[in-house]
């Protein structure tokens, strides 16, 4: 039906005749001469139609915004003055010799090109948000990343293998989507959280190097770069060190910006321990385009006067620290509390602070609240390691480390962009030397900070019996501009080692074999040392295209509700359906 597309239309095909076929963008007419943008997922190209054919239009007259047509006629050069250099197709337009409706359009909700849309309507109506410029670059954005990794993994060597979809639940993670089965009745199958152990079995069956860019799940809490359904570049390698793997995946991601974006990444990308990145940046995902850090001050506060800081400091999970902002003196009272109110989305109580408005003049040239409580030496101790100058402001964060670790890393962000101390760029960073193990207060348990698959790094096997908080995993994240886009480690490879980690986690032997007995069987026969790590292709691709939610960077996706808009998903089924699975429900429905 067509011999082009709308927006590779230019100059080289002057003179000839061409058929093209497209949404129309807009329909302009100019005093007896109507002009049409007519669009296709290459961009737009002008039609013009005047009165000399009078089929044509007439045809044109009846069009409107939306209407699929097909047009066909003769490239030539636009007037002098109405060239549009931002176009493919800007130095010339089509005289349309044929026009034909192929299908009409309702007036539609919005404008392709407006850019004030609420994300409701967007979603409600996406296959029309779809058509929009900046979607349409974002797909195709987001394909050739795909491509650029396939790519990548299959000039090294990588298999791609497909799992299985339906699986069998392991709560050890998130929390599970489950899918009843009809044929065993009360049994369930789970949506993969991620091809883990099947990616594990297949380095046990010898297949060496595995990629799959595939679909994962998990029923959890969502925000702007989290869905209930998201995609993974799964990756798995034998015979790796944790040094090589990383090496080689961040070849990977160096060669997709380059390939994508024509964007060089450093080489190599600079690595630090987590408890580095906790302490300096508060975050296992620092954006390291602020330059602004943390400083430890715990040591220094317990025994001061100032009862906040004393006791926090003494806290055994305690800790004080302090967040200098160059020039943060000038802010307002009503900044300084607008920040308050946000380090306690955190769980953060307050926030303290100090004004150095003059150095020289000692204690008399600080400004906070909180100065009566402190002595001179201490002062001058969080002076010194601060590295404060006049016109700084401090901010503090006292109380257990994990909340003040995410209260000030949050508000280092926020206020290192806000007040243009950010860098431009990419900043790429591997986290390594995670804990093995995290504790659950409210199960009163260690859980895995990963995975309960990681391996303990050298030496620390025995801790995971006598001491699970100080052991170390061979485990490593990759961080781009404060995002986690990456995440992977060193595997277990030997089943007596996983069995104690199992015992760690408080998983008995029956429970280990009922939930992975398929996987401890395994490892007994000949598992090889195996290692990778999943990149979240979602969050990739939004990070490059510009865009501040993932939902920007997938086809159709669901809202932070977990609901789609535009099938109105999930919906209630009808009894006949809950029958044949063998489902009551307990709840009448609302």
């Known amino acids: 039906m067509r011999s082009e597309y709308c927006g590779r239309i230019s100059r080289q095909h002057l003179d000839q005749t061409v058929t093209l076929c497209g949404w129309v963008h807009r329909r302009r007419d100019h005093g007896g001469v109507i002009f049409i943008d007519l669009r296709d997922r290459e961009g737009l190209v002008q039609i013009v139609c005047d009165p000399d054919t009078p089929a044509t239009f007439q045809t044109a007259d009846k069009v409107r915004n939306e209407f699929v047509v097909r047009v066909a006629g003769r490239v030539r050069h636009r007037p002098e003055g109405t060239v549009n250099p931002n176009l493919v197709s800007g130095e010339i337009e089509v005289l349309a010799q044929e026009i034909e409706i192929l299908n009409a359009s309702l007036t539609p909700p919005f404008q392709m090109d407006d850019e004030t849309l609420s994300e409701t309507v967007r979603l409600e109506y996406r296959f029309l948000d779809l058509r929009r410029p900046q979607m349409q670059h974002n797909l195709r954005l987001r394909y050739r990343v795909a491509m650029a990794v396939r790519g990548f993994l299959d000039r090294h060597g990588f298999i791609d293998i ?31 959280q991620s091809p883990q152990l099947f990616k594990q079995l297949l380095m046990i069956a010898g297949f060496d190097r595995y990629y799959q860019i595939v679909k994962c799940f998990r029923d959890e809490d969502l925000r702007a770069d989290r869905q209930p359904e998201f995609t993974q570049i799964d990756v798995e390698t034998s015979f790796l060190e944790q040094r090589q793997i990383t090496e080689l995946m961040e070849e990977l991601i160096r060669a997709v910006f380059r390939e994508v974006l024509n964007v060089d990444l450093p080489n190599p990308f600079p690595r630090m321990s987590y408890d580095e990145a906790m302490a300096l940046y508060g975050s296992d995902k620092p954006d390291l385009r602020v330059p602004l850090k943390l400083t430890e001050l715990t040591d220094a506060m317990k025994e001061v006067e100032f009862k906040v800081f004393r006791e926090a400091a003494q806290l055994k999970d305690g800790r004080v620290a302090a967040l200098r902002i160059p020039g943060g003196g000038g802010l307002s009272r009503k900044d300084i509390d607008d920040y308050t109110g946000f380090v306690k989305i955190y769980g953060a109580k307050g926030l303290a602070y100090i004004k150095v408005n003059a150095m020289s003049k000692g204690a008399e040239g600080l400004q906070s609240p909180i100065l009566k409580f402190l002595k001179a030496p201490v002062i001058a101790t969080l002076l010194e390691r601060t590295g404060a100058r006049d016109g700084d ?21 926020k206020i290192g962009h806000e007040r243009g101390l950010a860098e431009s760029g990419w900043r790429p960073v591997w986290v390594l030397d995670f804990p093995m193990f995290e504790y659950d207060e409210e199960e009163k348990r260690w859980v895995a900070m990963h995975h309960p698959f990681t391996s303990p ?16 995993a061979i485990a490593h994240d990759l961080a781009l501009n404060g995002w986690e886009i990456g995440g992977g480690s060193v595997r277990i490879h030997r089943q007596d080692v996983q069995s104690k980690v199992f015992r760690a986690l408080a998983i008995s032997p029956e429970e280990a074999e009922a ?4 996987l401890l069987k395994a490892l007994q026969y000949g598992a090889p040392p195996h290692g990778g790590i999943a990149f979240g292709l979602d969050r990739i691709v939004t990070m490059m295209a510009g865009a501040e ?4 960077s997938i086809a159709f996706p669901k809202t932070q509700r977990a609901q789609c808009l535009l099938t109105h998903a999930p919906n209630a089924v009808d009894e006949g359906q809950l029958r044949e699975l063998h489902i009551r429900l307990r709840n009448p429905q609302p």
């Open 393 to 413: 402001l401090i901010f503090f964060g006292a109380d257990r480390a994990k909340v003040v670790n995410e209260a000030l890393g949050a508000l280092r962000v």
């Open 162 to 192: 497909e799992t299985p979809m339906l699986t069998r639940s392991t709560p050890e993670g998130a929390r599970d989507y489950l899918v009843p089965s009809r044929v065993h009745p009360g049994h369930f199958f789970a949506l993969p």
């Open 457 to 472: 790094a050298p030496g620390h096997e025995d801790l995971l019996a006598t001491d699970p908080g100080a052991a170390r």
């Open 515 to 518: 939930k992975f007995g398929f």
């Open 549 to 552: 939610s993932i939902r920007d």
